[in-house]
């Protein structure tokens, strides 16, 4: 009994002390995450307060395992959601849950896609977290790459769209090095271009929205939504 009050005590002393990380972390950035300042919110000295964090990185860990852990989630569920839908769809599904989740908290979106914490190193399993996303897209990407391949049988291949500056060797290396992660996390085998242009694709969106969320665009006279909009078509379409 007195060993389970204890450790609920630790879990809310944990989940507190991350509610006002996340107050640092959206109104100073991360750079003004501090442990000495959160203890003192919570009427506690520094130094008890590493008994529940030993460092500031860990309790930033903390804070990116689980808001790597909402986008899994997000990821999943907009999979599930759409399983009977076609690819196009799915696509469009998948980014605009992406884009509301990076809008609703965009501390969080930053502290993932954002610049990198100096000196910070993610814990393996963060990593694994994180290609759950990547994973799902992946999914949903290859059902639209397979659908488009099927309206463009005839015409310019579809199979073979390259990056820019990748070609010889580099591009043979570039699809072993996709195939290898695709294969680690169980996608199967698929043709070369879809892992590569999935890849792509997520890059890109998550260009558009890291500028948004950052509000690079906030004098440029436009809305964010229609260019994010024009982006998912384009991507839909294999432009």
């Known amino acids: 009994m007195v060993q389970a009050r204890r450790e609920r005590y630790r879990a809310e002393t944990r989940e507190e002390a991350k509610r006002i990380a996340l107050e640092q972390l ?3 950035g991360v750079e003004g995450v501090s442990v000495n300042a959160i203890a003192k919110r ?20 903390d804070l990116i395992r689980d808001a790597y852990a909402d ?10 959601a759409t399983a009977e839908l076609g690819g196009a769809a799915r696509f469009r599904h998948f980014a605009g849950e992406l884009r509301k989740w990076a809008l609703a908290q965009p501390h969080r979106y930053l502290l993932l896609y954002g610049t990198p914490v ?26 639209v790459h397979g659908e488009r391949s099927v309206k463009n049988v005839g ?3 579809v199979d073979r769209v390259r990056a820019d500056g990748v070609s010889g060797a580099g591009e043979a290396e570039l699809d072993v090095q996709l195939a290898s992660w695709v294969a680690a996390r169980g996608g199967g085998e698929m043709p070369p271009s879809v892992p590569l242009t999935a890849l792509r694709a997520w890059t ?5 929205l890291s500028l948004e969320v950052s509000g690079q665009f906030g004098l440029m006279g436009f809305d964010p939504a ?14």
């Not at 919570?42 to 860990?61: N, Q, V």
């Not at 024009?230 to 379409?237: F, G």
């Open 26 to 28: 959206a109104a100073l």
């Open 42 to 61: 919570m009427g506690i000295t520094g130094p008890a307060l590493y008994r529940y964090f030993s460092s500031r990185e860990e309790l930033l860990t």
């Open 71 to 80: 986008v899994a989630a997000l990821a999943d569920a907009a999979v599930a």
């Open 118 to 143: 100096p000196g910070y190193r993610a814990p393996e399993d963060t990593v694994v977290t994180a290609h759950r996303a990547m994973s799902a897209f992946l999914l949903v990407f290859r059902q």
């Open 155 to 157: 015409s310019a291949t």
């Open 204 to 208: 890109r969106l998550h260009g558009v």
């Open 226 to 239: 229609l260019l994010y909009g024009a982006e998912v078509e384009s991507l839909v379409s294999g432009g």
